[in-house]
């Protein structure tokens, strides 16, 4: 039995990215857990953002939206057979102000494909720091590869290789899809590659799962069955089911 830990920058993209593999690691008897970096509360005494308040729109799960996400991370957790789930505290970009400003960091979705740094590379040393303090045992541990960017998954990337530890990598869904990139651009030549074939019943559990961050399908998709058709074509288009380290 091996002990993996899954960096999933927000919720949801664990399970998005790699929701069937997590399922086939848990089935065969693995321990899986699913860490969520950006899950932090917006920053007290501060206003929420335009950007933030539209996505709030599309969400429509109340005021406390970073409890509630979690609440229907928990839930998705259990249908992976996730062990547990950590949540650490960096606010989502759509939250964060530039340091000393009153000025958002996301005043579009564009900005969120800008680089982290300089303005915000204080946050890395903290979430390094917090990766290392939680690793109680030996494990995998799995990054997001950053395909896209996104400045978020770019922080738990880096956060993760300033560990000097040996480091998988999982695709990221959707930007792979919807963006302008090729995985062979994210990958170095002859990594170390691991895979399991995903089942009719890790699909299942791959779609069942993200149905649970309820939140999020609209933004997404069109509905569940469009969420659901999509997953299943990632997946037959060969993604999903692989982890690469270099």
Known sequence: MKNWVFLSTHFDDVVLSAGGLVWELAQRGDKVEVWTICAGDPPAGRPLTEYAQLLHGFWNIGDDVPLNRSIEDAACCNVLGAASFRRYTVPDNIYRYIPGTDEPVIKENEDQMKPLEPV??????????????????????????????????????????????????????????????????????????????????GLKAWQDGFACQRSQIPLLYVDENDMRNSIEKYLRTGYGSKLWRF
Do not use: Q
């Open 120 to 201: 915000e590379s204080y946050l890395i040393p903290p979430v390094t720091d917090f990766i290392r303090k939680n690793i109680t045992e030996p494990c995998e541990l799995v990054s997001p590869l950053a395909i896209g960017s996104h400045r978020d998954h770019v922080l738990t990337r880096t956060a993760a290789e300033r560990l000097g530890i040996p480091l998988w990598h999982y695709a990221d869904y959707p930007y792979l899809i919807y963006g302008e990139h090729t995985l062979a651009e994210w990958l170095p030549v002859n990594p170390e590659t691991f895979s399991l074939e995903i089942s009719s019943a």
